[in-house]
């Protein structure tokens, strides 16, 4: 069946403009986490939505960074102003969450890779 | 909040040989100990996991193996083959709606 998907798979874009970031997740899936990534590094947890709230949003390293997550399913990462430093791969990650420790899974997507010039 | 540490961050191996990747997590209430595999520009993907109820998991090649009182927990890949090159994460959760804490990342090359 189809994996998590995410867009655009590269965003190339200049200092101070905001970019939206899409993740489409596994159908029935009900968790959804986004993380960040730079080069070399480990994965920074953002924030994570079951259905459509975000119980945990304390990795938002700013208030430009911002989410959502309507009917369940899609998800938006929005960065504002943008800034160098915001250069990086966002993760996008979705899992059954259904109450059973077996089914905690996290399915992640490829990836979008942000360059901010 | 939980806290995972993850050594070494890079091991060379040759081909044939083990490996063994260590990880140590804060807080005793984790329960849920997942490792991923994360190949060059692809997204992490779960090869194995443990529960706190077990002290040892094993899939072909792969183990894992946990010590809750020293709260750390090791993978361990035998005969390595120069296709498990890539990075493998750690990460720990003990709630099945809480986030996952990852490790830093150990990245892995196997030497033909």
């Known amino acids: 069946g189809a994996g998590v998907s995410q867009s655009p798979s590269n965003k190339v874009t200049e200092k101070g403009k905001d970019v939206e970031l899409r993740c489409d997740p596994i159908?029935?899936?009900?968790?959804l986490y986004w993380y960040r990534q730079s080069l070399g590094q480990g994965l920074e947890f953002l924030i994570y939505?079951?259905?459509?709230?975000?119980?945990?949003k304390s990795g938002l390293p700013s208030d430009r960074f911002s989410a959502e997550r309507t009917g369940g399913s899609v998800s938006t990462l929005t960065i504002q102003r943008t800034q160098q430093e915001d250069s990086a791969v966002y993760l996008c990650?979705?899992?059954?969450?259904?109450?059973?420790?077996?089914?905690?899974?996290?399915?992640f997507g490829p990836g979008t890779r942000l360059t901010v010039l | 909040g939980e806290n995972v540490e993850q050594h070494p961050s890079t091991l060379s191996v040759q081909e044939g040989d083990s490996a063994v990747i260590k990880c140590t997590y804060s807080?005793?209430?984790?329960?849920?100990f997942p490792w991923y595999k994360q190949e060059l520009g692809k997204g992490p993907q779960l090869i194995i996991d443990?529960?706190?109820?077990?002290g040892e998991k094993k899939d072909q090649r792969i183990a894992v193996t946990l010590n809750k009182t020293a709260k750390h927990f090791s993978l361990h890949i035998t005969e390595t083959q120069p296709e498990d090159s890539a990075v493998y994460f750690c990460a720990a959760t003990y709630r099945w709606y809480q986030k996952v804490t990852f490790g830093i990342g150990t990245k892995l090359q196997v030497i033909p």
């Open positions: 990650a979705s899992s059954l969450a259904n109450g059973r420790m077996e089914h905690n899974e996290q399915f």
């Open positions: 939505f079951q259905g459509n709230s975000a119980p945990d």
């Open positions: 443990i529960r706190s109820n077990v």
């Open positions: 807080d005793s209430a984790s329960n849920y």
């Open positions: 159908s029935g899936h009900t968790a």
